[in-house]
């Protein structure tokens, strides 16, 4: 399972520019989704103070999942996906969180 945030970029299948992914999406609806994970991901400096709050772990992963389906998924197609699939399984990993399934795997820097 995924632990940190997901790249959009790194996870776009190939030709699939933004635009076209976006298809049927309202305008600026991956711009808002990009926005909200940002606000919501924990970075670096915070990991250790916010990392055990697993509400915050959740939303990030949601916001994650949202950044998937707006910037790499057209709507209008009624089969599946590979940012459908990263979307379910970014939203999976979320409610683990929520239900205090999963908790922190612990900093590799300090050998745990």
């Known amino acids: 399972?995924?632990?940190?945030p997901v790249d959009t970029a790194s996870t776009r299948p190939s030709g699939v520019?933004?635009?076209?992914?976006?298809?049927?999406?309202?305008?600026?609806?991956?711009?808002?989704a990009r926005c909200l994970h940002r606000s919501l991901t924990i970075g670096d400096r915070d990991w250790h103070a916010l990392k055990t709050q697993r509400c915050r772990r959740g939303a990030e992963q949601l916001a994650a999942a949202l950044v998937q389906l707006t910037s790499c998924d057209n709507p209008g197609s009624r089969q599946s996906t590979p940012a459908r699939?990263?979307?379910?399984?970014?939203v999976e990993h979320a409610l683990l969180w929520l239900r205090a399934?999963?908790?922190?795997?612990?900093?590799?820097s300090h050998g745990r």
Do not use: H, N, V
């Open 17 to 32: 520019s933004s635009t076209t992914a976006g298809a049927g999406w309202p305008d600026g609806a991956a711009d808002q």
């Open 1 to 4: 399972m995924q632990f940190r």
């Open 101 to 108: 399934e999963i908790s922190d795997p612990g900093c590799p």
């Open 85 to 90: 699939q990263e979307a379910l399984a970014l």
